[in-house]
């Protein structure tokens, strides 16, 4: 690429590597949700599996007992069979990816392509995983296909978030670097005119005037980081009702040596790890109106009064419309193409024809006056660092990367955790099942495919302990918009299928937004907010409750 300057503006629009017509009177969503919702699965006291089960014959409620029949009508409309058959064994469910999953534990388990990709198109998949897993370099530089990381930056290679194409995790101590996560920022608005704007989703947030919409914590050479990130813990035990101690730890997160001043205590703070990249091209093809359907109003219809979901709604940086979010933690991107240019721009500095400015403010400016990679395309189009060949590639290799095949889901123990998990209604937040369509395009590989993601793509409020703070480390406004219709608290339900195999690809992966659930169960017991009820129940689960949860969500 030829060196070229450019002016560089950081957009409010940042996001990190991120069909039918059925109408019903009401719809309700169990509150097990958040960066991994996966808490409450179980009974409501510590009865023997026989004593449950008995209850639930005399009953003859079973995995519907807990969810309005709205609900379950829903679900099993997306799905196409009974709720009685997703509860049970379907060996279906044991390619929880369709014809694109594959069979296989170990720490490549998140690398592999779609298993349907024919030989004619793998060539794409290995070209973009390429330039996924390869670092960028500070132009200019003989590597010029692959020149212009920064000026402000993150990491030089996707691949060192998305560890092994896995989910990251926070700093270990204050002298950790953090590479697999990052700082979202957002101010409060403070005039009527920036309220309607966000409210009509014309913007994604109000960036700071300095330090814009992320936090970049490494620039090249002669330009000055924004800050260094650091996170201190605290142990927080918390009891079960047998005795049985489990250590959570709270994070504290801090922005040290500010490279461009000081920062407003009002700034308000999201830290978000990395997701993982399986199954994305099988949610990207999910209708917009199934998850639309999903979304209800809070306590209508519902006996878990106070349970809500909403879809973001978003402006779509690559058409100029407004669309429906439903990648990364807050829903705010509507597509992979615009997930990966928006991280390429945010996270490494890189222009591309979506994203043609570089990720700098206007008075930052070493960043501005610095040197960039930025090649010209023609047609009157900006010159770019990550040309549109590029980008195709990556965003082929993203939506192929397979997911893996579900372990043991024929085993007694797994069963009877599956049990718990729909007896509660946690299927009501995490949808178990959809049937994709064939769309008018070449995403061949997914057309049709039945699929087991576990999730409503939705937002949830997840309570004040996983809400973001403040710099000053006071809670957000309920009203402060964040990401588009996102608000501190809310978050979007994630994909649980592969997350058995988390410590498998990455040893050191961490759970929830912000990577402090160092095990599934730490994840089940920071729920609150929707899912407080469901939190409490958990709490009081024996270790055999305990064990066939985890089992369960093991097996995904």
């Known amino acids: 690429m030829n060196a070229s300057h450019i002016t560089k503006s950081k957009s409010s629009f940042s996001l990190y590597l991120s069909a039918t017509n059925k109408t019903l009177s009401a719809k309700l969503t169990l509150g097990l949700v958040c960066a991994l919702a996966i808490g409450g699965?179980?009974?409501?006291?510590?009865?023997?599996?026989?004593?449950?089960?008995?209850?639930?014959?005399?009953?003859?409620?079973?995995?519907?007992?807990?969810?309005?029949?709205?609900?379950?009508?829903?679900?099993?409309?997306?799905?196409g069979v009974p709720m009685q058959q997703l509860a049970s064994f379907d060996p279906q469910e044991i390619k929880q990816g369709g014809d694109t999953g594959i069979s296989i534990s170990s720490a490549e388990s998140y690398s592999k392509p779609s298993s349907n990709l024919t030989a004619s198109r793998k060539g794409s998949f290995f070209i973009g995983n390429a330039f996924f897993r390869q670092p960028w370099v500070v132009a200019p530089a003989s590597t010029d296909s692959r020149d212009g990381l920064g000026a402000l930056f993150?990491?030089?290679?996707?691949?060192?978030?998305?560890?092994?194409?896995g989910r990251g995790h926070a700093p270990m101590n204050a002298d950790d670097?953090?590479?697999?996560?990052?700082?979202?920022?957002?101010?409060?608005?403070?005039?009527?005119?920036?309220?309607?704007?966000?409210?009509?989703?014309?913007?994604?947030?109000?960036?700071?005037?300095?330090?814009?919409?992320?936090?970049?914590?490494r620039?090249?050479?002669?330009?000055?980081?924004?800050?260094?990130?650091?996170?201190?813990?605290?142990?927080?035990?918390?009891?079960?009702?047998?005795?049985?101690?489990?250590?959570?730890?709270?994070?504290?997160?801090?922005?040290?040596?500010p490279g461009y001043g000081a920062f407003n205590e009002e700034l308000m703070l999201s830290p978000r790890i990395a997701l993982p990249m399986i199954g994305l091209g099988l949610l990207e093809q999910i209708p917009d109106e199934d998850i639309k359907e999903q979304a209800i109003n809070p306590n209508k219809n519902s006996p878990n009064e106070g349970?809500?979901?909403?879809?973001?709604?978003?402006?779509?940086?690559?058409?100029?419309?407004?669309?429906?979010?439903?990648?990364?933690?807050?829903?705010?991107?509507?597509?992979?193409?615009?997930?990966?240019?928006?991280?390429?721009?945010?996270?490494?500095?890189?222009?591309?024809?979506?994203?043609?400015?570089?990720?700098?403010?206007?008075?930052?400016t070493a960043c501005v006056n610095a040197v960039t990679g930025a090649e010209e395309q023609g047609?009157?189009?900006?010159?770019?660092?990550?040309?549109?060949?590029?980008?195709k590639f990556v965003e082929f290799y993203t939506r192929n990367l397979a997911v893996p095949h579900r372990r043991r889901a024929d085993d007694k123990q797994v069963l009877a955790g599956k049990k718990r998990f729909y007896d509660m209604g946690c299927?009501?937040?995490?949808?178990?099942?959809?049937?994709?369509?064939?769309?008018?395009?070449?995403?061949?590989?997914?057309?049709?495919?039945?699929?087991?993601?576990?999730?409503?793509?939705?937002?949830?409020?997840?309570?004040?302990?996983?809400?973001?703070?403040?710099?000053?480390?006071?809670?957000?406004?309920r009203d402060a918009q964040v990401e588009f219709l996102a608000n501190s608290y809310e978050w979007r339900t994630?994909?649980?299928?592969?997350?058995?195999?988390?410590?498998?690809?990455?040893?050191?992966?961490?759970f929830l937004h912000d990577g402090r659930a160092r095990t599934l169960m730490e994840a089940v017991l920071w729920h609150g907010g929707e899912a407080k009820k469901q939190q409490q129940q958990v709490l009081k689960l024996d270790k055999q409750g305990r064990d066939e949860l985890n089992a369960f969500l093991k097996s995904l």
Request: glycine share 6%.
């Open 41 to 79: 699965c179980q009974p409501a006291d510590n009865e023997s599996n026989e004593a449950s089960d008995n209850k639930k014959a005399a009953t003859n409620d079973g995995p519907n007992q807990a969810l309005a029949p709205e609900r379950i009508q829903v679900i099993e409309t997306l799905s």
């Open 154 to 165: 993150n990491v030089a290679a996707c691949q060192s978030c998305h560890i092994k194409d």
């Open 177 to 217: 670097d953090a590479d697999s996560l990052l700082i979202r920022l957002a101010m409060p608005a403070t005039t009527n005119e920036q309220r309607q704007t966000l409210q009509d989703s014309l913007i994604e947030k109000i960036a700071h005037p300095m330090y814009g919409g992320q936090l970049q914590d």
């Open 219 to 257: 620039g090249i050479q002669g330009v000055p980081a924004e800050a260094k990130v650091a996170v201190q813990w605290v142990d927080k035990p918390i009891t079960f009702a047998d005795g049985h101690v489990e250590t959570l730890r709270a994070p504290t997160f801090t922005l040290d040596n």
């Open 307 to 364: 349970i809500s979901g909403k879809f973001n709604w978003v402006m779509d940086p690559q058409t100029g419309k407004k669309a429906l979010g439903r990648f990364g933690w807050k829903a705010g991107q509507t597509k992979l193409i615009t997930q990966n240019q928006s991280a390429f721009n945010e996270d490494m500095g890189l222009t591309s024809n979506i994203r043609p400015h570089e990720s700098c403010m206007p008075m930052q």
């Open 379 to 391: 047609n009157d189009k900006p010159p770019v660092e990550v040309n549109d060949e590029v980008a």
């Open 427 to 477: 299927q009501s937040c995490h949808t178990p099942r959809y049937q994709l369509p064939k769309t008018d395009d070449d995403h061949f590989e997914q057309h049709g495919q039945v699929i087991y993601p576990y999730t409503d793509l939705l937002l949830h409020d997840m309570g004040d302990d996983l809400a973001d703070r403040t710099v000053a480390g006071k809670l957000p406004p």
């Open 494 to 510: 994630p994909a649980l299928w592969g997350i058995g195999l988390a410590k498998t690809v990455d040893p050191q992966a961490t």
